[in-house]
């Protein structure tokens, strides 16, 4: 309550009851009601305003990653959507220019319908022998099976496409010395990516910031990509499911992709690296790239696998220069690779919840062409409201 407020309205209802002596007994009850009735609405206008204040107070915070409650097991793969947890989108403390991205999931006990499915879209890679990229197939070259079942293609495009792309680039303090030529890596990518692709920026350490929402001014990316605060530990999950679900609410553009570089293993995350996974397997979920620079310490061997588990389950490819000097050779890489995919689009002939396995063929003269895309997604059950909306 705002004291000055309720003050004033305390005061309000007494001078509303000021009468004369000779006032008749039978009106004296309704002017008492009046005078209460009087009361109820100034101290309701008052509690709106001190509600107002409170919200805006809230919206001023930064909201952390929640753990999941303990009665949930965060490895069971039939996790639905609502018990994920992540962290939330929000300005930010009063002055700070960054905002933690995400958006908090909280366990409640609310209806549930099944999600209907009614396409999926599959980019695809194929590659030959020498792990070239092979542009000159037909639809009737693939065949796409989910759970074993051929799918019907209803939907073949082979144009180069904008994407949507969120950047993730590690802020811990051990990449203090890394991150210049980072930078410059990940600003040649998106040159040599399609022009009209639009890019946000995620720099994370402990937390995930927003340092530049989407955009293609590559002015506001150099800018968000110099922000350094290279401290602390390395939250590497919880970013990775931040900055997808900031990926699944705003980006404009149907292909979507996430770049991650990093050096180190994940030492900072209320997530798994399971819940990490799950978090992007939608069925229109992004390709995940990772760069990870690691070199040659044997404790990097979990975190090498981290990061190629997050880009096989997704479709994408996890890279591990030996130095800084091949950073940029592989953003161009990575730049191609998405530029030069099919587009394969199928409306799943079941639709039971759980996880849908994917498997890509082609049936080419050539019998070494290999098609990489996701390894499959979740199709959860979902609350009601959120499902009317």
Not at 74 to 91: E, G, I, K, M, Q
Not at 141 to 167: C, H, L, M, W, Y
């Amino acid at each position: 309550m705002i004291p000055g407020v309720i003050s004033d309205a305390r005061l309000a209802a007494p001078a509303s009851c000021l009468i004369e002596g000779t006032v008749r007994q039978h009106n004296k009850f309704f002017i008492l009601v009046s005078c209460f009735l009087v009361y109820l609405v100034l101290t309701n206008n008052a509690f709106g305003c001190s509600q107002t204040t409170q919200n805006q107070t809230v919206q001023n915070q930064r909201i952390q990653a929640t753990p999941l409650p303990p009665d949930i097991d965060a490895s069971d793969p039939a996790l639905p959507v609502w018990a994920r947890p992540a962290t939330a989108v929000d300005s930010g403390a009063a002055g700070d220019e960054n905002r933690v991205v995400g958006e908090v999931m909280k366990k409640g006990e609310i209806p549930k319908i099944r999600r209907v499915v009614t396409n999926v879209t599959l980019p695809v890679t194929v590659v030959d022998e020498r792990q070239h990229p092979v542009a000159n197939l037909k639809s009737t070259d693939f065949t796409v099976f989910e759970n074993d079942q051929a799918q019907e293609i209803i939907k073949f495009n082979r144009e180069d496409v904008p994407v949507s792309i969120g950047v993730l680039v590690d802020n811990s303090g051990s990449m203090r010395e890394k991150r210049q030529k980072v930078s410059i890596a990940v600003l040649n990518l998106i040159k040599a990516s399609n022009p009209n692709d639009e890019v946000f920026i995620v720099n994370f350490s402990d937390d995930a910031y927003l340092d530049q929402d989407f955009t293609r001014d590559l002015n506001l990316m150099h800018e968000a990509l110099e922000r350094l605060d290279s401290r602390g530990g390395t939250a590497l999950y919880d970013g990775v499911i931040a900055a997808s679900d900031h990926l699944a609410k705003a980006a404009k553009r149907d292909k979507r992709v996430l770049l991650v570089v990093t050096d180190g293993e994940d030492n900072e995350s209320r997530n798994s690296l399971e819940q990490a996974i799950r978090a992007v397997q939608d069925e229109n979920g992004p390709m995940i790239y990772t760069i990870g620079i690691l070199g040659l310490e044997g404790k990097q061997h979990r975190a090498k696998r981290a990061l190629e588990a997050l880009s096989l389950q997704t479709g994408g490819v996890a890279f591990f220069p030996r130095n800084l000097e091949e950073v940029d050779a592989i953003s161009q890489a990575v730049a191609r690779d998405i530029r030069n995919q099919y587009s394969l689009t199928y409306k799943p002939s079941e639709q039971p919840t759980g996880y849908r396995r994917i498997k890509v063929v082609v049936r080419h003269s050539n019998s070494d062409l290999r098609a990489r895309t996701k390894s499959g997604y979740f199709v959860s059950e979902q609350n009601t409201s959120a499902t009317n909306k």
